[in-house]
């Protein structure tokens, strides 16, 4: 909880702290200005940014100068639903004003001539583009420079490390990431903030790093469930430069998010056949956790054969990864990793036969999942194994991989601790399409654990 929350009024010694959505009603009520905040921001980077190292790319002076133009903007009364509010930006986003480097020595020194679908409707929106963060090499596994803001000797998680990071360490209210594997929910998990992952084809991918057609969706860290149902509003919607954004109008998150009722939503808390791979502190937290929920939270079984997710996210990823750069990458094996190149060698062996099969597939594993929670209204399951490995490291995705390959929406709540203090993330899951339901429950859930 901000100091604003805590305390009804907006506390211009912290304006740090403040959520987008708080944040962005103090501007619109003349409360503080965009610049304001946007220094407040800035002078916070400066601070923790050495230790953390979440930003790749970053100008103090544009990000004043973007805020000056917000508050002529609302002079002018021209308002938009996040302006004058610092977003920072995962640097696989193209960036007309920024390097887009894609964390990666292939693509070093890349300057796009223009925006990515996502910040130009940021921009749009009012925001105020203060800078890239890091991601690991080509949005994949290789760790980055960032740590993690509550203990620097642990990973910040990964692919969206720095967007991650900036959030937790009060650098920013918001950033954008994105996740083909666990690259928003695992990391929302280490550094302890809210991450969301909507329905895959809600948010466009246009001037995004492509990895995986099948299971690339754009995500969002911030700091309250209000603020990634803002967020959804402002970038959710179909696109024509991203044939699998949704071809139905969007609802307005918010709105109907506050429509939910105070009856506590039915969780199934779906163990995975890979329970057993969390730790013994996780799995104990979780028990726990769901016997404070009480009898609207009840364990649910899967069908054995739910287990071909892992393998089948695996391989539509190497596959797709290859499809979409591993020629480039062969050009140049010294700027890439190991591991990276190993994945793409891996994608190219696989059969052509074997990789439709598998994509066929998806669709009966998703209505078994569906199937299973049919009598609820979302799942709840860890969103990593425990808290953040070291940072060797980014981490194991294994409880994330399932809804990336379904598509289905999640977002991590960091309710939970574990030994040595640090968060783990609860994660809640919902059937494809389903958002306005897993943000509903994600409220309810924050209002009543959160600690």
Not at 287 to 304: F, Q, Y
Request: hydrophobic residues 40%; glycine residues 8%; contains cysteine.
């Amino acid at each position: 909880m901000s100091l604003a929350a805590a305390h009804g009024a907006v506390n211009k010694e912290d304006l740090a702290s403040l959520t987008a959505s708080e944040a962005a009603s103090a501007i619109a009520a003349r409360e503080i200005s965009a610049e304001e905040l946007t220094r407040a921001c800035l002078t916070r980077i400066a601070v923790r940014d050495a230790d953390v190292r979440a930003f790749i790319h970053i100008s103090p002076d544009y990000a004043i100068q973007q805020a000056r133009e917000r508050d002529r903007e609302r002079a002018q009364g021209k308002l938009g639903p996040l302006h004058g509010v610092p977003v920072a930006i995962k640097d696989i986003f193209d960036t007309c004003d920024f390097p887009t480097e894609n964390g990666w020595r292939l693509h070093r020194g890349r300057r796009p001539a223009r925006d990515s679908a996502v910040v130009s409707r940021l921009r749009r929106a009012g925001a105020v583009i203060i800078g890239k963060t890091v991601t690991t090499e080509a949005a994949y596994y290789y760790p980055g420079q960032t740590r993690n803001p509550h203990d620097s000797s642990r990973t910040p998680g990964g692919s969206s490390s720095g967007s991650a990071a900036a959030v937790a360490a009060n650098m920013v209210p918001l950033a954008l990431g994105s996740q083909t594997n666990g690259s928003v929910i695992r990391p929302a998990s280490f550094c302890g903030v809210i991450g969301g992952k909507p329905s895959h084809g809600t948010i466009s991918r246009a001037g995004v790093l492509a990895l995986s057609k099948s299971l690339d969706h754009v995500g969002v860290f911030a700091r309250s469930v209000a603020d990634i149902a803002l967020a959804y509003d402002v970038l959710a919607g179909a696109d024509p430069d991203d044939p699998d954004t949704e071809k139905t109008p969007m609802p307005n998150f918010r709105a109907e998010m506050k429509k939910a009722e105070d009856t506590p939503p039915k969780f199934a808390f779906v163990r995975t056949p890979k329970w057993d791979e969390a730790d013994v502190e996780t799995r104990s937290l979780f028990n726990r956790l769901v016997a404070d929920i009480g009898k609207n939270a009840m364990p649910v079984g899967l069908p054995s054969q739910f287990a071909d997710c892992w393998p089948s996210h695996r391989v539509v990823m190497a596959v797709e990864m290859n499809r979409n750069f591993g020629d480039e990458a062969r050009k140049a094996p010294e700027k890439s990793s190991e591991m990276l190149m190993k994945l793409l060698d891996e994608g190219r062996s696989v059969p052509a036969e074997a990789y439709e099969k598998v994509l066929a597939n998806v669709p009966a594993l998703r209505a078994m999942f569906e199937n299973a929670i049919k009598d609820y209204d979302v799942a709840i399951t860890p969103a990593a194994k425990g808290e953040a490995p070291l940072i060797e490291t980014t981490g194991d995705p294994v409880f994330c991989s399932a809804w990336s390959l379904l598509g289905t929406p999640s977002i991590s709540l960091p309710l939970l601790k574990g030994e040595h203090g640090l968060p783990i993330g609860v994660q809640i899951v919902g059937r494809k399409g389903d958002d306005l339901r897993v943000l509903r429950a994600a409220e309810w859930l924050w209002r009543k654990f959160r600690r």
